[in-house]
Nanobody, 126 residues
């Protein structure tokens, strides 16, 4: 029902910035919870941030709080992850994901999200 396409990954130096985009199909984008996750080689998929359908409620993992910003433009059916002050440990494949909204809850678990993008590689050099 929802298809997600990520872009914006690449190489960055420590302390630098990248902005990831996630373009979604469909006319009901604003009704979906949007999440960002990342997965480094040999590690489990890790929650990064989530946004409510309207974008007015957001939640970040402690590891990225204060450095990353999640946003969305529902008119363009696009979600964004602005990554600032990048660290080498941020290196991972980043995924956007969509799922049903929950009342007053932004789940940090991958299982809460039903649709996933293909992932985009982010590499941060020291």
């Amino acid at each position: 029902q929802v298809q997600l396409v990520e872009s914006g990954g690449g190489l960055a130096q420590a302390g630098g910035s990248l902005r990831l985009s996630c373009a979604a199909s469909g006319r009901t984008f604003s009704s979906y919870l949007m999440g960002w996750f990342r997965q480094a080689p040999g590690k489990e998929r890790e929650f990064v941030a989530a946004s409510s359908g309207s974008g007015t409620s957001t939640y970040w993992a402690d590891s990225v709080k204060g450095r990353f910003t999640i946003s969305r433009d529902n008119a363009k059916n696009t979600a964004y992850l602005q990554m600032n002050s990048l660290k080498p440990e941020d290196t991972a494949v980043y995924y956007c994901a969509a799922g049903p909204e929950y009342s007053d809850y932004l789940p940090p678990k991958p299982s809460a999200y039903h649709y996933w993008g293909q992932g985009t590689q982010v590499t941060v050099s020291s």
